[in-house]
């Protein structure tokens, strides 16, 4: 009864199980062991295809946030919220798309580890909402500042920063920082 035809091997033996899910999830260029001990989904009696529904897909993503230590959606909007800022307005201040961040907060987009890195800093550094506002720099005729020592990438976003000398420290020790270190799965066997 109920079951379905395999798209893999076309017998009709393909219905719904609740049963351990196991598997490596690749998000944006690593692969994250995902384990949920109990999911609905259906698999195929004959060649063990699986599909997974939309319900169980929602599961997966909240335990793939979870191991890459990834912002929730709902933490999304409250950073959002925090600075009073529309999705449309976020995005622009993060040079991305408003649907992009629509995505993000309702679930069916995660976000990537940069972007993720972006958000907490929002949270986090005192400034930044102000430079990714784009705010005119005022003192930026005066001798320019001492040029930050070129450790990475990220650094040369900051030289461009209004007040580097006073923003940049926090934010560089921000990114090497204590927070949001990613969970790096190793030895996950494929
Ligand atoms: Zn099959």
């Given at each position: 009864?109920?079951?379905?035809?395999?798209?893999?091997?076309?017998?009709?033996?393909?219905?719904?199980?609740?049963?351990?899910?196991?598997?490596?999830?690749?998000h944006d260029?690593?692969?994250?062991?995902?384990?949920?001990?109990?999911?609905?989904?259906?698999?195929?009696?004959?060649?063990?295809?699986?599909?997974?529904?939309?319900?169980?897909?929602?599961?997966?993503g909240i335990?793939l946030r979870r191991?890459a230590n990834l912002l929730p959606p709902h933490r999304i909007k409250e950073i959002r919220?925090k600075?009073?800022?529309?999705?449309?307005?976020l995005?622009?201040?993060m040079?991305?798309?408003?649907?992009?961040v629509?995505?993000w907060e309702?679930g069916?987009q995660i976000q990537q580890r940069a972007f993720d890195k972006l958000l907490r800093a929002y949270e986090d550094?005192?400034?930044?909402?102000?430079?990714?506002?784009?705010?005119?720099?005022?003192?930026?005729?005066?001798?320019?500042?001492?040029?930050?020592?070129?450790?990475?990438?990220?650094?040369?976003?900051?030289?461009?920063?209004?007040?580097?000398?006073?923003?940049?420290?926090?934010?560089?020790?921000?990114?090497?920082?204590?927070s949001g270190?990613p969970?790096?799965?190793?030895?996950?066997?494929?």
């Amino acid at each position: 009864m109920n079951e379905l035809t395999c798209i893999e091997c076309k017998t009709k033996t393909m219905s719904l199980v609740t049963d351990a899910y196991r598997a490596d999830v690749r998000h944006d260029g690593r692969s994250y062991l995902v384990e949920i001990p109990k999911l609905r989904y259906f698999r195929c009696k004959h060649c063990g295809s699986i599909v997974i529904p939309d319900e169980a897909d929602e599961v997966i993503g909240i335990e793939l946030r979870r191991v890459a230590n990834l912002l929730p959606p709902h933490r999304i909007k409250e950073i959002r919220d925090k600075f009073g800022l529309t999705q449309k307005e976020l995005a622009e201040r993060m040079g991305i798309g408003e649907a992009t961040v629509c995505r993000w907060e309702k679930g069916t987009q995660i976000q990537q580890r940069a972007f993720d890195k972006l958000l907490r800093a929002y949270e986090d550094v005192p400034g930044l909402h102000e430079y990714l506002g784009g705010e005119k720099p005022q003192a930026a005729l005066v001798s320019s500042p001492t040029p930050v020592a070129p450790l990475n990438v990220t650094v040369n976003m900051l030289v461009i920063y209004p007040s580097p000398s006073t923003v940049a420290p926090f934010t560089a020790a921000w990114l090497s920082g204590s927070s949001g270190t990613p969970l790096l799965m190793s030895g996950s066997g494929r």
